[in-house]
């Protein structure tokens, strides 16, 4: 099978033979009779490759655009780059590292227990990164640096091993939450220096964004 050639390289024969075409408009020798045929056949086909050359640009734009609306579509609602600031996930995660949030992973199930979740920042300024620690209609009792969901030790292998939770008020003992049946609690890895649930209590449904990608 013959190889096709490329439009590029048609083009170029073509132009050659427009610059060799003869002054003058009708050849008086057979020979040039035929050679005058094939340019004026060139020709012809010269003006149908341009047009060809132009619907190939536009498919090449057209793919162009789908491309970047695919990616657009992509990073904005299935996955997105975020990057930590702060050492509140640490040592789980690094301070100004960056990380891929799935943001579709919730569309058909709940947040659960453990997950590391982007939530809308209470302030109302950017969002945070921390974990789900008990789901809605739980309660969470933290005493004497340990963590109890509905009356149990919660056993958290994530965290170091000396690593103990505190209420945020360093007053009080005890700190007690129940939750609502739209309401998640949320703490960081770094206990000692996370401002969490602790602080600012539960979150609801509407404020997770999505969950991490480690």
């Not at 703490?187 to 969490?196: H, P, Q, T």
Request: aromatic content about 16%; hydrophobic content about 40%.
């Amino acid at each position: 099978m013959r190889k096709r050639k490329s439009i590029l390289f048609r083009l170029f024969v073509r132009i050659k033979w427009m610059v060799r075409l003869p002054a003058r408009n009708v050849p008086r020798q057979v020979g040039e009779n035929l050679s005058w045929q094939k340019r004026r056949w060139s020709l012809y086909l010269l003006r149908f490759s341009w047009a060809r050359f132009f619907e190939e640009f536009g498919s090449f734009i057209c793919l162009l655009c789908l491309a970047a609306l695919s990616f657009l579509l992509i990073s904005h609602f299935i996955f997105q780059s975020v990057q930590v600031l702060g050492p509140s996930m640490y040592p789980t995660l690094a301070n100004t590292n960056y990380y891929w949030l799935n943001r579709y992973a919730y569309f058909l199930g709940d947040p659960r227990r453990g997950d590391i979740v982007a939530i809308k920042d209470p302030s109302g300024l950017g969002f945070d990164v921390k974990r789900i620690i008990a789901t809605p209609t739980q309660s969470i009792y933290i005493s004497h640096g340990k963590v109890y969901v509905n009356g149990k030790l919660l056993h958290e292998p994530y965290l170091p091993s000396k690593e103990r939770t505190f209420a945020y008020d360093l007053e009080s003992q005890d700190e007690y939450f129940c939750l609502g049946t739209n309401q998640f609690f949320v703490m960081g890895d770094n206990r000692g220096n996370s401002c969490d649930s602790r602080s600012f209590g539960p979150i609801t449904r509407g404020a997770i964004l999505g969950r991490l990608i480690q």
